[in-house]
Nanobody, 123 residues
Framework: VQLQASGGGLVQAGGSLRLSCAASGRTFSSYDMGWFRQAPGKERENVAAISWSGRTTYYADSVKGRFTISRDNAKNTVYLQMNSLKPEDTAVYYC?????????????????WGQGTQVTVSS
């Protein structure tokens, strides 16, 4: 599967952005999906994940209550709605797909990665 992330940009603190990740292929609905971010000099962080059905979600403590992950299997797309953004949310955001072969929910190893989209939050 190929993943294409979009929707990043520059926003003021307290603002909102919605990231989208469009997937190719007919098996999108069989993958759990995740959003990750990596800021300069920091390790990559798994900020949110959603099960293949959309019924189960996971959020890192750093974004809980502010970010919402969702998916539309008919459109082969996963979203990350980001509200109340903070300067510390500044990072490159990546979407990823996992076949759930290695690891366990919500920390599977991810098999496919998108190219990343930059999110910059100004104070």
């Amino acid at each position: 599967v190929q993943l294409q992330a979009s929707g990043g940009g520059l926003v003021q603190a307290g603002g909102s952005l919605r990231l989208s990740c469009a997937a190719s292929g007919r098996t999108f609905s069989s993958y759990d999906m995740g959003w990750f971010r990596q800021a300069p000099g920091k390790e990559r962080e798994n900020v949110a994940a959603i099960s293949w059905s959309g019924r189960t979600t996971y959020y890192a403590d750093s974004v809980k209550g502010r970010f919402t992950i969702s998916r539309d299997n008919a459109k082969n797309t996963v979203y990350l709605q980001m509200n109340s953004l903070k300067p510390e949310d500044t990072a490159v955001y990546y979407c990823a797909a996992t076949r759930r072969i290695r690891g366990k929910w919500p920390f599977y190893e991810y098999d496919y990665w998108g190219q990343g989209t930059q999110v910059t939050v100004s104070s």
